[in-house]
């Protein structure tokens, strides 16, 4: 099994915030052909290096014909319904469904539509989980509940708090932006359960103070895997080198739930595919004969993943350390 893992830069979340306020008309030309992970990185590379966004990677991240990603399915009970840059996943119940983060601005109505193309009726999802408060992973809530009847909302105190805070500084602004009030709060260990999936809440602060991840089962015909979505992966906003240590605890935290003996997770669904190779692993696994593993079974390539964002992570703490 060949993979695709790729590493995040101290910059690349930041690009989210800045993004929001970059021009987003329809160019003739996309910067890239499809949603190549390893030139995306590159681009938020050089971002991060210079501290400006180069104007066409800003105008790529907000063009809608650029971001478009039709649905599709890694697991049996998991549709992918996100957008190139920013991820979305709706994991399928036998009770209704769950969505995971919310896409943002110009996207709001992709979502919308990428939600309908799966054949789900908007009246089974029950619940909408957010990862962490910034705009790219929340921005969509307040559309979504207009079109979602029956979910809830959940994120952790700090989450929302961050999410209002953003939301309220971005009025007057070229992007305003709307967040909803708190429904559903919840804490490290936290479950929701829905037609048989349990769905645990695992606080990892670091990329926010309110970041949380995810655990879930996923399907793969008779085989069942436990998954993750990470809520956050950057180094971006930090305020200094507690946040930094927190950091790293929460990413120790995540190696220890690979290792696990009981239930180790062995999935990554990541909350920005061009971290991990994601569109590069749909091809493959939309190539995949009967009998061959699915290439996102991958505990191997979570566990070097993880470790390669813990060592930048020791770096930017002796960094912070020093100021």
Not at 236 to 250: C, D, H, L, R
């Amino acid at each position: 099994m060949t993979r695709f893992t790729q590493k995040f830069t101290n910059g690349v979340c930041a690009a989210a915030l800045l993004a929001f306020g970059a021009a987003g008309s329809a160019s003739a030309e996309s910067m890239f052909e499809g949603c190549p992970s390893g030139q995306i990185m590159q681009s938020f590379i050089k971002f991060g290096q210079s501290g400006k966004m180069p104007q066409d990677l800003g105008k790529w991240l907000n063009t809608p014909a650029d971001q478009a990603v039709a649905p599709w399915q890694p697991f049996d009970n998991v549709d992918y319904i996100g957008i190139c840059w920013v991820s979305a996943w709706l994991i399928h119940t036998e009770e209704g469904a769950v969505l995971i983060d919310t896409a943002y601005g110009p996207f709001q109505k992709m979502i919308v539509d990428n939600i309908a193309k799966t054949g789900t009726d908007f009246a089974d999802i029950k619940y909408v989980l957010m990862t962490h408060g910034h705009f790219d992973h929340v921005g969509g809530a307040a559309s979504l509940k207009e079109v979602l009847p029956n979910a809830q909302f959940v994120m952790t105190q700090t989450g929302w708090d961050e999410a209002l805070a953003s939301a309220a500084e971005s009025q007057g602004g070229p992007r305003a932006w709307n967040m909803i009030e708190p429904e559903i709060v919840v804490a490290d260990g936290d479950e929701i359960t829905l037609g048989g999936n349990t769905f645990t809440v695992v606080e990892t602060p670091g990329h926010t103070w309110g970041t949380a991840s995810y655990l879930y089962d996923v399907q793969d015909g008779d085989d069942t895997f436990r998954a993750i979505t990470i809520g956050g992966l950057g180094l971006n906003a930090i305020e200094g080198p507690s946040q930094v240590e927190a950091y790293i605890e929460s990413v120790d935290r995540v190696r220890a739930l690979v290792e696990a003996e009981d239930k180790p997770v062995k999935v990554h669904l990541t909350t920005h595919g061009f971290s991990a190779g994601l569109d590069e692993n749909r091809k493959q696994h939309e190539m995949r004969k009967d009998g061959e593993p699915n290439v996102f079974v991958d505990p191997q390539g979570l566990l070097d993943q993880v470790a390669g964002l813990r060592e930048r992570a020791v770096k930017r703490l002796e960094v912070e350390q020093s100021k």
